[in-house]
């Protein structure tokens, strides 16, 4: 791990700027050989081998891939959700049915999105899975998950408590992204483990 010291600590938007410029250097090369292997490590995790409805998304850009994982899981028999930014920032969920069914959406300016294309289920619908899989920039040493500052799945998590439904929560990461210390703010939760291509950590007890 990479220690990120505490006095005079970088702030959250400092770090993303930092873990941003790093994915900004990969290859499209890195980008499908991570890709392969992020799947490989996360189809091991029990947590998605038992689970019947998985939360997901998309990746874009220098994200780690998910596609492959994507298509895996719904070979399995695995209903996978995929989420449709609102207005507000939150998230509506539309089932996936293959690569075929994705829209690119642009919203404002921001980075094209690959949202699902057929029937809405409503930003409660997220409450059914049995896992959810987060996009994030880093974790640290307690399950601290550092976003991209937009919220929305700050909205997801606080939906699932309200709901009182415990799925799995996993992000997904490149290895240089597992670090020692993330600020955190008070709304914040820990994910239960991260993937990374290397292999799988946990943080704590999958519910």
Known sequence: MRPIARPGEPDKRSLRREFLAVRSRLTA???????????GQALGLPELAEAGTVAAYVSVGSEPG???????????GVRVLLPALLPDNDLDWGAYEGQESLARIRH???????????ERLGPDAVTTADAVLL??????????????GGGSYDRVLARLERAGAHPALVVLLYDSEVVEHVPEEPHDRPVHAVVTP?????????P
Not at 66 to 76: E, H
Not at 198 to 206: D, I, K
Request: no cysteine; hydrophobic share 45%.
């Open 135 to 148: 996009p994030g920039l880093a974790v640290d040493a307690r399950g601290m998950r550092l976003g991209r």
């Open 108 to 118: 404002g300016g921001r980075m094209a999105l690959f949202e699902p294309a057929g």
């Open 29 to 39: 090369d890195d980008l499908r050989e991570t890709s392969a292997a992020l799947a």
């Open 198 to 206: 290397s292999g799988v950590r946990r943080f704590r007890p999958a």
């Open 66 to 76: 998910t596609l492959a994982l994507l298509d895996a899981l719904r070979a399995r």
